[in-house]
């Protein structure tokens, strides 16, 4: 009766921890709720070390309430809205602020960051266009992203320590057909970034595009309700 019972509970231990795991491996799309909100810090470099010092630089928030992601800039404890600028036709080639709600928000149709469920191996191909500026005129390309999400860590931010999805990516492009305007031919940008289902957004982010990186961490997350 004594190995039956035993047996019995090791099974259940068993499903459970199966049942754990199985959560654990596959996130579902967020479900937001007004008030909830997400603070990023981002950093821009150049290869030399160099600290960019373009108006990308330093903290951000977004915002859920109505049923849509609003961006706000923060600054000596004050915080001032970014409108929102999406051409989904072609986006900017370098890195926007718009682009903090594509690391929350799975419907933008743009970047495709995010596709749910999320689950380990799973991947994905987006094709966009994306807009530049060359020495003398500004060029169009079109880019091809092949992301993949590859494993399950715990990844540490000034946020939190939380376990997340690694994800990595490789967007190459080439000049649009048509636009001769430019002798630029071809673009490669690398990603790697870290979607967590328990903050429901990416908590850590790098771009690398040549000489240049931009990096995301997440530093806040809550509710204002």
């Given at each position: 009766?004594?190995?039956?019972i035993?047996?019995?509970?090791?099974?259940?231990?068993l499903?459970?921890?199966?049942?754990?795991?199985?959560?654990q491996?596959?996130?579902?799309?967020?479900?937001?709720?007004?008030?909830?909100?997400?603070?990023f810090r981002?950093v821009?470099?150049?290869?030399?070390?160099?600290t960019?010092?373009?108006?990308?630089?330093?903290?951000?928030?977004?915002?859920?309430?109505?049923?849509?992601?609003?961006?706000?800039?923060?600054?000596?404890?004050?915080?001032?809205?970014?409108?929102?600028v999406?051409?989904?036709?072609?986006?900017?080639?370098?890195?926007?602020?718009?682009?903090?709600?594509?690391?929350?928000?799975?419907?933008?149709?743009?970047?495709?960051?995010?596709?749910?469920?999320?689950?380990?191996g799973?991947?994905?191909?987006?094709?966009?266009r994306?807009?530049?500026?060359?020495?003398?005129?500004?060029?169009?390309?079109?880019l091809?992203?092949e992301?993949?999400?590859?494993?399950?860590?715990?990844?540490?931010?000034?946020?939190g320590?939380?376990?997340?999805?690694?994800?990595?990516?490789?967007?190459?492009g080439?000049?649009a057909?048509?636009?001769a305007?430019?002798?630029?031919?071809?673009?490669?940008?690398?990603?790697?970034?870290y979607?967590?289902?328990?903050?429901?957004?990416?908590?850590?982010?790098?771009?690398?595009?040549?000489?240049?990186?931009?990096?995301?961490e997440?530093?806040?997350?809550?509710?204002?309700r």
């Open positions: 009766m004594r190995t039956k035993l047996s019995s509970l090791f099974v259940a231990i499903l459970i921890f199966a049942f754990e795991v199985s959560a491996e596959q996130a579902p799309a967020p479900t937001f709720k007004d008030g909830d909100f997400w603070q981002i821009s470099e150049q290869k030399t070390g160099r960019d010092t373009s108006a990308l630089q330093g903290d951000y928030e977004v915002f859920y309430s109505g049923g849509q992601l609003k961006l706000f800039k923060l600054a000596e404890g004050e915080k001032s809205e970014i409108q929102q999406l051409d989904e036709r072609a986006v900017d080639l370098n890195f926007r602020t718009d682009e903090l709600l594509g690391m929350l928000d799975p419907r933008q149709p743009v970047w495709q960051y995010l596709q749910f469920p999320l689950s380990v799973k991947a994905w191909t987006t094709n966009y994306a807009s530049g500026r060359g020495e003398r005129k500004p060029y169009t390309v079109t091809t992203a992301t993949r999400a590859t494993e399950i860590v715990k990844i540490s931010t000034s946020g320590t939380f376990p997340a999805f690694k994800i990595e990516r490789n967007v190459v080439s000049r057909p048509g636009d305007r430019q002798a630029i031919t071809k673009f490669d940008i690398d990603y790697t970034y979607y967590s289902p328990q903050t429901q957004s990416i908590v850590k982010y790098v771009r690398k595009r040549g000489e240049e990186s931009t990096s995301i997440l530093i806040k997350f809550g509710s204002a």
